[in-house]
């Protein structure tokens, strides 16, 4: 009876070993297409920044955090931000500008347009995910 009980738990840890090395190979050559790996933090500057119609535009994708995570915006102008969702399900799917005491909920796929008055030059906006795990920052110059 006493070897029944170290047979199964040698198959038991040698599972849970199995599971976790198939989860930290996997996560070190995912896939961004599958939505599980976390995005990585991303600069972008003003150059980036589209403007249309006297409006800046700023695309950030919301799945598994925010990319790009700091952004410079021209101060003085409109800002409209899209906000993409691909397969998004995580905490980031609950979208916060507090500053604006803004708060949505975004679609698992798609795009929802915010938009947010010209800000002084110096100032700041800070969006964050549901939990505050997650947030990204445009700098107005």
Known sequence: MKDRYIILSAIIGAGL?????????KNQNCDESLGICPVEEQVVDSGTVTEKDGVQVIRILARGG?????????AGIPVRIEMETKGTYDCSSVFVIPSLK???RLPPTGITTIDVPA?????SLTGLCGMGMYSFEIEFN
């Open 17 to 25: 070993i199995l599971g976790t090395l198939v989860y930290v190979k």
């Open 66 to 74: 925010y990319s790009p995570r700091q952004i410079s915006a021209k």
């Open 102 to 104: 803004y708060q949505k």
């Open 119 to 123: 800000q002084k030059s110096g100032s």
